[in-house]
């Protein structure tokens, strides 16, 4: 059986923090802020899998209450997030995002972000998908305040 999921995310952009989206370091002169290195497309993609698992989400698995998750690279948690749902008997099996920020540019990076999120989640790379948009300038999005991210999954129960 195939079930779906999904997962959102949204972080401040910040002056001194490094930008890191799917595992990525985009150079940029503000960075995501947060508990964590505040990548908002494995947080959403993690959201994803684990809502189509039923099994929680990101903040419970890895509670920002808790010190050990400071810092935390969000691909290893990820990882952590898939190995917990395969241990449910799921097998995460596609994945469609989107980015949403007013930028910089994210399309050359976006071949490196779908390899290790493969490698992370082990979706097939052709069946991992990443869309960048900007919010048309409007809203927090639109002044340059932070980034979103949306994300669906699908698991099949094995
Ligand atoms: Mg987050």
Redesign the pocket.
């Known amino acids: 059986m195939i079930r779906a999921g999904i997962g959102y995310?949204?972080?401040r952009l910040v002056v001194g923090r490094p930008l890191i989206l799917g595992g990525q370091r985009i150079p940029h002169d503000r960075g995501l802020e947060?508990h964590?290195d505040?990548?908002?497309i494995a947080?959403a993609l993690t959201d994803a899998i684990l809502g189509a698992a039923a099994m929680g989400d990101?903040g419970r698995l890895f509670p920002d209450s808790e010190p050990k998750w400071k810092g935390a690279d969000s691909m290893v948690l990820l990882r952590l997030a898939c190995e917990q749902v395969a241990g449910g008997g799921f097998t995460p099996r596609q994945a469609d995002i989107t980015v949403i920020l007013e930028g910089p540019r994210l399309a050359r990076f976006i071949p490196a972000m779908i390899e290790g999120l493969s490698r992370a989640t082990g979706i097939a790379a052709d069946a991992l998908s990443i869309k960048a948009k900007t919010n048309e300038g409007m809203g927090f999005i639109g002044r340059g305040e932070g980034v979103a991210v949306m994300a669906v999954a699908t698991v099949e129960s094995t």
């Open positions: 995310d949204s972080h947060g964590s505040a990548d908002a947080h990101i």
